[in-house]
């Protein structure tokens, strides 16, 4: 079992940015890929990013491409998403997830284990 912490959000104006962490305390995150899923009110948990284990590769959805990182210190056990040029559309619960073999970088049900989720708020 491995345990996900997010941490980060909070409100913020539009253009603004946040920088969310999602750390694995005790465990050694460098053996999963990592990704970022949102979910705003009502609405399916959605991709945002993708990175495998050792950083070398990320991925984004056309939505955050260009105003989104993602990266990872594998020394530290934390995986972070960058989030600049916030926009009101990126409200939403923000979810870590880890997977062993994930075949399907942008597919939810590839990923083993979730954080509870963090809130982000973008006002106008």
């Known amino acids: 079992q491995v345990q996900l912490v997010e941490s980060g959000g909070g409100l913020v104006q539009v253009g603004g940015s946040l920088r969310l962490s999602c750390a694995a305390p005790?465990?050694?995150?460098?053996?999963?890929?990592m990704g970022w899923f949102l979910q705003a009110p009502g609405k399916e948990r959605e991709f945002v990013a993708f990175?495998?284990?050792?950083?070398?590769?990320?991925y984004y959805s056309d939505s955050v491409k260009g105003r989104f990182t993602i990266s990872r210190d594998n020394t530290k056990n934390t995986v972070y998403l960058q989030m600049n040029s916030l926009k009101p559309e990126d409200t939403a619960v923000y979810y870590c997830?880890?997977?062993?073999?994930?075949?399907?970088?942008?597919?939810?049900?590839?990923?083993?284990?979730w954080g509870q989720g963090t809130q982000v708020t973008v006002s106008s």
């Open positions: 005790g465990r050694a995150l460098s053996s999963y890929a």
């Open positions: 990175i495998n284990r050792s950083g070398g590769i990320t």
């Open positions: 997830a880890a997977g062993g073999l994930v075949p399907i970088w942008t597919s939810k049900t590839a990923y083993e284990y």
